[in-house]
Nanobody
Framework: QVQLVESGGGLVQAGGSLRLSCAAS????????MNWYRQAPGKERELVAG???????NYADSVKGRFTISRDNAKGTVYLQMNSLIPEDTAVYYC?????????????WGQGTQVTVSS
C-alpha cells in the first residue's frame, strides 16, 4: 500500500519554527523525488521544496534561507524544517512523492497538515 502521512503542523508565532514530517512507503520513497507543496487561501498550490533520491534539493525563492528539506531513507521519512516563520507561510502543507516511469510522472499525495503563523 502506498501511503504518505504528514505530521508536525500547528499554530506558531511569527519568528518561530516548526518541523514537518512525512512518512512514506519505503519501497516508493527510495526511488522517488519527494516534495513539499503548500496552498494558502486564495492562492494556487506551489512547490516549496524538493529533494531527489540522490539528495539534491531545491527551494522556492520565498523560503530560501529559512526552510530546509531532508530525507531519512532508513526511516522512509522526509522532513521540512521551517524557521523564521512569517504569516505569509500560513497554508496547508502537502507531502508529495513523484515517481518517474516510462509512461510519465506518477504523483502520490498526503492529506495535508495545517500551518498557521500568527503576527
Amino acid at each position: 500500500q502506498v501511503q504518505l502521512v504528514e505530521s508536525g503542523g500547528g499554530l506558531v508565532q511569527a519568528g518561530g519554527s516548526l518541523r514537518l514530517s512525512c512518512a512514506a512507503s519505503r519501497s516508493i520513497f527510495s526511488i522517488n523525488t519527494m516534495n513539499w507543496y503548500r496552498q494558502a487561501p486564495g492562492k494556487e498550490r506551489e512547490l516549496v521544496a524538493g529533494i531527489t533520491s540522490g539528495g539534491s534539493t531545491n527551494y522556492a525563492d520565498s523560503v530560501k534561507g529559512r526552510f530546509t528539506i531532508s530525507r531519512d531513507n532508513a526511516k522512509g521519512t522526509v522532513y521540512l524544517q521551517m524557521n523564521s516563520l512569517i504569516p505569509e507561510d500560513t497554508a496547508v502543507y502537502y507531502c508529495n512523492a513523484r515517481s518517474f516511469i516510462p509512461l510519465g510522472p506518477i504523483d502520490y499525495w498526503g492529506q495535508g497538515t495545517q500551518v498557521t503563523v500568527s503576527s
